[in-house]
Structures are given as structure tokens and as C-alpha cells.
């Protein structure tokens, strides 16, 4: 198993950035590994799934590369004032790591937590021939919340470019937009005492119902492991 930190300057960004990456090189000796991007909750930086998350677990039993990277307050887009993540996460990094380790950019997975989560699953919608599937947990369509506390609309305002988060539906922003009805490549875990549980109940109606997994109470990073686990067994690695 390796883990590997990777430290470089962003293009789309222009500004330093950092990424984490897992290869499981002892028991999945291929010439070739699917990839699958973990992305964090609004305000946590690469090293956060690789500090709660068993990532190396989960990389050896399904023979996966797990890329970790900083997405900040992003919420996975190209900020309305603030930075190109969603430009940095789909076409930077997937050439990076094309460089440098054995990826099969034909087999891209995409997960997220909380905001993260959402940004997994816009990110796929834009891009469905870069990725295999995707997964949302504990946060649905954010276009469906409404937010007062200040540092939250504060966030919006920076990456949506309002601080009320409904003016932005029927635009690129709104998954309800983006999605076909029964999104087959869509997956959703979540807890009924999410912060986020209103979205993920409007978003789990929308997709088929093998691909939704709901739990009591709010979920917790071991909670999110267990779901991600669920993921990888459905979409067949």
C-alpha cells in the first residue's frame, strides 16, 4: 500500500494546492487501476478521509486508487468569487494523476460527504462520460435547502454567487435540472437527522430505491465508510 502527497500548483487555481493518493500496489497487482475521488465537507482539506476513514481498506479490497483533494469552500465548482475547483477537479487533476500513477481514466468513481457530496454528484451529471457512478452522503440537491446561518450563506454566496441558494434553481446548479428520471448511476446515503436531510429526502425520491440507503439518527464518518463499502459492492468493483 502506498500513500503518496501530492503538492502542486494548480493552473485552474493558481495558487498551491494539495492532494492525497492511496495505491494498493501489494494484492492488486494490475497494470491499470479504476479511480475513485473522495471529495471532503465544506471546509476540510485532503487529508480528511485518510484521518477518519479506513481509505486503504477500502483501496486494497476493491483494487482502487483513492485520490483525495483539497476542495476547501468550493462545494466542487468553479466559485462565482473564489477559485476554479470544479475546472481543477475535472480536467487537471485526472491528467496529473494519468501522469504519474497506473489510472484507467474509463473508470472513475466519484463520492462525497455533506457538501462534498453534492459536488460528487454535480460533477457527474456534468461529466457522465468521465465517470462509472457516483455517491452522495448525507446531502441532496442543495437548491432544495434554505440556509440562515451566516457563515453558511456567507459559503453560497461564494460559491454560487447569492446567499439564497433557491434563486439558483432551474440552472446548472440544481441536480433536479441535470437529472433524467430513475439516474441509474446515482447513489445516496443518509440519516434521518442529517443537518442536510430535506434535500437528501427530495433527491432519494428521485432515484431508484436500490440505490438509496437511509439509516436513524445522523451519520458519522464510520457511518459514511460503511455506506462507501455499500457503493463499491453495488457498482460491481
Request: proline residues 3%; contains cysteine; charged residues 25%.
Amino acid at each position: 500500500m502506498a500513500l503518496i502527497q501530492i503538492n502542486m500548483y494548480s493552473s485552474a487555481l493558481t495558487t498551491a494546492t494539495a492532494a492525497n493518493v492511496v495505491i494498493p500496489l501489494e494484492n492488486n497487482e494490475k497494470e491499470k487501476y479504476p479511480v475513485l475521488w473522495l471529495l471532503p465537507p465544506a471546509g476540510l482539506d485532503h487529508t480528511a478521509w485518510q484521518r477518519r476513514v479506513r481509505v486503504e481498506r477500502l483501496a486494497e479490497k476493491y483494487g482502487i486508487i483513492a485520490a483525495m483533494p483539497n476542495m476547501a469552500l468550493s462545494y466542487g465548482l468553479d466559485m462565482a468569487h473564489g477559485l476554479k475547483y470544479f475546472t481543477m477537479l475535472e480536467k487537471e487533476l485526472p491528467a496529473l494523476l494519468k501522469d504519474y500513477f497506473p489510472v484507467d481514466l474509463s473508470e472513475q468513481y466519484i463520492a462525497g460527504a455533506g457538501e462534498g457530496g453534492y459536488a460528487a454528484l454535480r460533477t457527474a451529471l456534468l461529466s457522465k462520460a468521465h465517470y462509472k457512478a457516483a455517491i452522495s452522503l448525507s446531502c441532496g440537491n442543495l437548491t432544495d435547502e434554505v440556509f440562515v446561518d451566516d457563515s453558511k450563506t456567507n459559503q453560497i454566496l461564494n460559491a454560487f454567487g447569492t446567499e439564497s441558494i433557491g434563486k439558483c434553481k432551474g440552472t446548472d446548479f440544481d441536480l433536479a435540472q441535470l437529472m433524467g428520471n430513475g439516474e441509474s448511476e446515482l447513489f445516496l446515503a443518509y440519516g434521518d437527522g442529517d443537518e442536510l436531510k430535506k434535500s437528501c429526502a427530495d433527491l432519494a425520491a428521485r432515484l431508484n430505491s436500490d440505490h438509496v440507503k437511509k439509516s436513524r439518527g445522523s451519520m458519522s464518518w464510520e457511518e459514511w465508510e460503511e455506506a462507501l463499502d455499500w457503493f463499491l459492492e453495488q457498482v460491481a468493483l
